[in-house]
């Protein structure tokens, strides 16, 4: 049977399992394990759901109350009742003071682990004395052997709704942060005498008026330090609320819960009162609920509501980190961070804000490739956060100076890191914070450097270099083109001439590099730099003479004074390779990937991310040729080394796809569902349902549908990935989907619908590509082939010659799928009784197909057309072996694919 998906493992799991389950688990290792890690997660899961149902069941199953009567204190009403405990307003009848009493619901049937935590609170809130903690007067037990307690009775209302009656009012977020850092003072006393809160909620904080708040409720509190005692937490119990949890909270080990604990809370309180809504989405499952506190950071506060403003911002990112150790390091630092935001001073949470970035966004993106766009992100941060926003901490000359300095030393550093990594930006990564940061810091550098243009150049440089390689070319174009007018520089003359490249501004990029090429007469790495770039304007150009002279000068020279496994030389022989790939030269593409997996074998590189990358780069490439069997080794060790090294989990997912979707064309399905549903699942966590790398998998599943014969789930498949495209408004990929649906629906004789689907395409990629455009060319070719089975002749060879144009404008008339559309145009002038003109485009067809084919059956398939012509032509003599060698070649791929 097909193996269950972990969806269908954790449905299961909860249940008795079928027969054929367990049959298939006593065989399957690798869904054994799957099940026992599910298992585990529900043990959890069922342990956190439970908790304070045991404590309700347990006062459920209680004998009726008894009526409550302590000696010297009589009640007046009933305040509060939850599941352990209530609460009365009472008399001390000797004083006449106001109380609050609490006493144990289940009184003497209470459990032995109630009764020792009831005990706790007496001790523990003994120890403290505090304006904002609620103080104890008395304790003791009732006749009916039910514990109490005797506290200060507190005229207020729990916090939530206290800042829900300010909300609205001009200074309604000053007043709930000073409320805030009340909190902060008071749980900061307790852990000073070594207790842990654990519960701190909105129920357990009062507010005398709408000025003083009271922290209450230590009913699950645990200590620390010499002389503390063992609580009543069990392993894997969890203890606290899942609102204001902190990630250890759930971890199912009370060791790792210390007061950065309660400094969670605090951050979690503050971000729900400020927004009115919860860090984490509390109304799915526990399961999902705990992820979530694991898992997800809550959306940036001034998001929701714009009104708070950066430096809460700051102050709440910092308090909300999953890993302890980032976090404010104590509910005093927290609070002193609130005073001074109260007070228009300076807050730490920004000082610290771009070191912690760096190495959050490094744990994300491990792989090199992102590290160029977070080190210049972080150079940004740091030089403008520390030398603007602390403008106001001293006098402007003394700071301005010390802007400087500081400038110049963080300006050395980040970018003698971004020279030392990968400058591209990661594929397919999540560079939503990347962006946030960057727009930050380019509004923040506004005329904060005018006494100082050569840091304002680099700065800007850099931001603009960045805003590049996430194709934000208008964001680029600002920054780049401001940094060119504070003075001369080969480096913003190249990053110009990167951006005039991507604006297909070919004539401009090529003045701008070849100034670099002279200007960098002593710096021989830096010039082959601009001459790469070079080379790739000749290529988008179209003068691939000039292109592969250029490319392959860059990277040879790389290798000669670097070496062959430097990265740098690495990178140019990629683009190289690339180039070659369409238009090879006498090496051909496969000799210039054979010498990259050569280099790749330097110890040095022997765990690199970029080894990783690139075996999953030329893993693919062999499977567009075909060479299944190559491309699965290549495709499986970067699967298996990115998995090795923790790569994140999307980069994990774009090489499961992959390795299944050369699978699926060995034929091996079952693996290939596997990977495909373990991808899907991890970029359905990462990005959301509707993502486009989403999308890029379910084509893929739409593959896997196809080669099974299973046309009509392909077609579905292809369905869902284009909707997803179009509520991204990603053009391209809309256009291939609908070209694909096209071809799908022309396999299942369906020739009306699919030219429908085809113009939908075509009128699609007019309006948002242009008329021009090669990317036209798929979609031209299969209208072509369309309207040849519906017999309209004339219009079909129109769309084939208009894809031929498009195509040889863009890549040369020596690219294989120019021969494909010649091998199409040939099919449409055969139908027209034209054969002398059909077998001209067939002979160019064949020709550059038997350079470029994707294997045998490719290649003969053009031939077989080109017999054809020659059959009409009656040269009976020249049709009869190529027909007889393309039989042979048929056959042998049929046979290979049944044995398969």
Known sequence: ????????????????????????????????????????????????????????????????????????????????????????????????????????????????????????????????????????????????????????????????????????????????????????????????????????????????????????????????????????????????????????????????????????????????????????????????????????????????????????????????????????????????????????????????????????????????????????????????????????????????????????????????????????????????????????????????????????????????????????????????????????????????????????????AERLLRGVVEARTDDPLGQLEAIGTLGVVEWRRGDFDQAAILLRQAAEQREALLGPSHLETIRARVRLAAFVKDHPDENGPADEWDALLDALDHDSLAEHPLRFTILNDVGVWFASLGEYGRAEGLLRESLDGRMRLRETPPLVAESQTNLANTLIRLGAFDEAQHLLEDAIETKVRYYGETHSLVASSITSLALFHYQQGRLDEASAMLRRALLIYVAQHNVERVFDMRTNLAAMLVLQDRNQEALVEVDEALSWGIEHLGDDSHRLAPALNHRARILLELGRLEEAEADARHAIRVLVAYHGDHYRYVGIVHQSLGAILLAQERPADALAALDHAVEIIDDLANGEVERHSVRVTRAEALVALERFDEARPILEEAARVFDEADATRQME
């Open 1 to 508: 049977m097909t193996c269950p998906s972990i969806r269908e493992l954790e449905a299961m799991a909860s249940g008795t399992l079928p027969e054929e389950i367990e049959a298939h688990l006593e065989s399957c290792a690798r869904c054994r394990a799957r099940m026992e890690h599910v298992q585990r997660n529900e043990a959890l899961m069922a342990e956190l759901a439970g908790m304070r149902r045991g404590d309700l069941l347990d006062a459920f199953d209680a004998p009726p109350e008894q009526p409550i009567e302590i000696t010297g204190y009589r009640l007046v009403s009933e305040l509060h009742r939850g599941g352990q405990g209530v609460i009365h307003k009472a008399v001390h009848e000797s004083s006449h003071r106001d109380v609050a009493i609490k006493t144990l619901l289940s009184g003497r049937h209470a459990t032995e682990r109630q009764r020792r935590r009831f005990e706790r609170e007496v001790e523990l809130v003994a120890r403290l004395r505090h304006p904002g903690i609620v103080t104890l007067y008395d304790s003791g037990v009732d006749e009916a052997g039910r514990p109490w307690l005797a506290m200060e009775y507190i005229r207020g209302e729990r916090l939530d709704r206290a800042v829900e009656r300010l909300r609205g009012q001009p200074d309604w977020i000053r007043r709930t942060v000073d409320l805030m850092a009340q909190v902060c003072e008071a749980v900061n006393h307790a852990h000073q005498r070594g207790i842990i809160h654990r519960d701190l909620k909105p129920a357990n904080i009062l507010v005398e008026g709408t000025s003083k708040a009271r922290v209450l409720d230590f009913g699950v509190a645990k200590t620390f330090g010499q002389g503390a005692r063992p609580d009543a937490t069990m392993t894997s119990e969890f203890v606290g609320t899942l609102a204001y949890a902190a990630p250890e909270q759930v971890s199912g080990d009370p060791d790792q819960i210390d007061i950065r604990t309660d400094v969670y809370a605090i951050g979690a309180m503050l971000y729900e009162l400020l927004t009115a809504t919860s860090t984490i989405d509390v109304t799915g499952s526990v399961a999902d609920v705990v992820r979530a506190i694991t898992r997800e950071d809550a959306p940036r506060a001034s998001s929701i509501a714009p009104e708070i403003g950066r430096e809460l911002d700051a102050i709440l990112e910092r308090a909300l980190r999953k890993e302890r150790e980032s976090r404010y390091q104590t509910a005093g630092e927290l609070g002193e961070d609130l005073r001074r935001f109260l007070a228009g001073e300076p807050i730490e949470a920004r000082r610290d804000q771009s070191t912690y970035l760096i190495r959050k966004l490094v744990r994300r993106h491990r792989t090199p490739v992102a590290l160029g766009a977070i080190a210049v992100v972080l150079l940004v941060l740091v030089v403008v956060v520390m030398s603007v926003l602390y403008s106001k901490a001293t006098t402007a000359e003394r700071d301005a100076r010390r802007q400087r300095e500081r400038a110049v030393e963080h300006l050395a550093f980040y970018r003698d890191l971004f020279d030392a990594v990968d400058p591209d930006v990661a594929r397919g990564r999540d560079n939503t914070l990347v962006r946030e940061l960057l727009d930050e810091a380019a509004v923040s550098i506004q005329d904060r450097f005018a006494d100082d243009p050569d840091t304002e150049r680099e700065i800007r440089t850099l931001i603009g270099r960045t805003y590049l390689r996430l194709a934000e070319l208008d964001r680029a174009a600002a920054q780049l083109d401001r940094a060119a007018t504070l003075a001369p520089d080969d480096d913003v003359d190249q990053a110009l001439g990167e951006l005039r490249l991507a604006q297909e501004r070919f004539d401009e």
